[in-house]
């Protein structure tokens, strides 16, 4: 869990309905299900017209990942590979055989397998440099799925304040209809702007976060699978993958 997020949403979202009520507000009066509707029922709709299917899919399931990022274990996937390299050198590439199989990484493993099947170092760079460059773009492509929700939000947000104006002036003559149509004018530009820099777009730079450490990751497994199939030696892999630590 990632208590960071978790707080900050919660301090965000808690520090506009504390200073409402400081204000001599009511929390009831930010709570206006029609408001809501218009915003994100607009904003949603907005950026399933933008994406594709796929994408969109890939940016719903993607959205757990604020709360529940992917485990990183960097100096624990450079013991393995070390252990990696150390079969090599004493039973050959084919002694890393039995591994591919109980290699949970789907990434490492294809990589295991590349230099099991005696592949050229520069020809596992290439493969495994490709399919790093598809999981990286796919994961940015729903990462912008976020910005672009945070994009949409205000104006979205703004429409619906226009509407609750435009149902404002079809009841001047009804002076009792007037609070609600004037309170989702301006709830419903709160909830655009709101959303916007407190969820969407702050989801997106997480996520993209989550992208880069993802990809340097996985940069550090190719180095590493390269450097066993150049027959380098342990302590130099070694050496070599600590910089990705800092």
Same mark, same amino acid.
């Given at each position: 869990?990632?208590?960071?997020? =978790? ?9 506009? &309905?504390?200073?409402?009520?400081? $204000? ?13 509707? !218009? ?26 990942? !604020? ?8 100096? *624990?996937?450079?013991?393995? &590979? =070390? ?7 004493? $039973?050959?590439?084919?002694?890393? #055989?039995?591994?591919?199989?109980? #290699? ?24 495994? *440099?490709?399919?790093?460059? @598809?999981?990286? +773009? ?8 976020? #910005? ?7 104006? !979205? ?9 435009? +149902?404002?002036?079809? /009841? ?16 419903? @530009? ?14 997106? /730079? ?5 992208? +880069? /450490? ?7 497994? &190719?180095?590493?699978?390269?450097? !066993?199939? +150049?027959?380098? /030696?342990?302590?130099?892999? #070694? ?8």
């Amino acid at each position: 869990m990632d208590i960071l997020t =978790l707080l900050g949403l919660l301090l965000g979202f808690g520090a506009i &309905i504390v200073g409402n009520i400081l $204000e001599g507000g009511h929390t009831g009066s930010l709570l206006l299900p029609t408001a809501f509707l !218009i915003v994100v029922g607009g904003t949603v709709g907005a950026i399933m017209v933008q994406s594709p299917l796929p994408v969109f899919l890939h940016a719903m399931k993607s959205f757990m990942k !604020i709360f529940l990022p992917p485990k990183i274990a960097a100096a *624990e996937a450079i013991q393995k &590979i =070390l252990g990696w390299s150390n079969i090599a050198r004493k $039973e050959g590439l084919l002694g890393l #055989e039995s591994l591919v199989a109980a #290699e949970p990484d789907p990434f490492a493993r294809k990589g295991l397998q590349l230099l099991v099947d005696g592949s050229e170092p520069d020809a596992i760079r290439a493969i495994l *440099e490709v399919e790093l460059g @598809t999981l990286e +773009h796919r994961d940015l492509q729903a990462a912008k799925v976020y #910005e672009g929700m945070g994009g949409y939000s205000p104006t !979205i947000g703004i429409i619906g304040a226009v509407m609750g104006l435009i +149902h404002v002036m079809q /009841n001047l003559s009804d002076p009792s209809k007037l609070g609600a149509g004037i309170a989702v004018a301006f709830v419903a @530009t709160i909830y655009g702007v709101g959303l916007a820099n407190l969820l969407f777009l702050p989801c997106a /730079n997480k996520l993209k976060a989550h992208v +880069h /450490n993802e990809a340097q990751f996985r940069e550090m497994i &190719i180095e590493g699978i390269v450097s !066993i199939s +150049h027959g380098e /030696n342990p302590r130099n892999i #070694e050496t070599k993958l600590q910089g990705y630590l800092h």
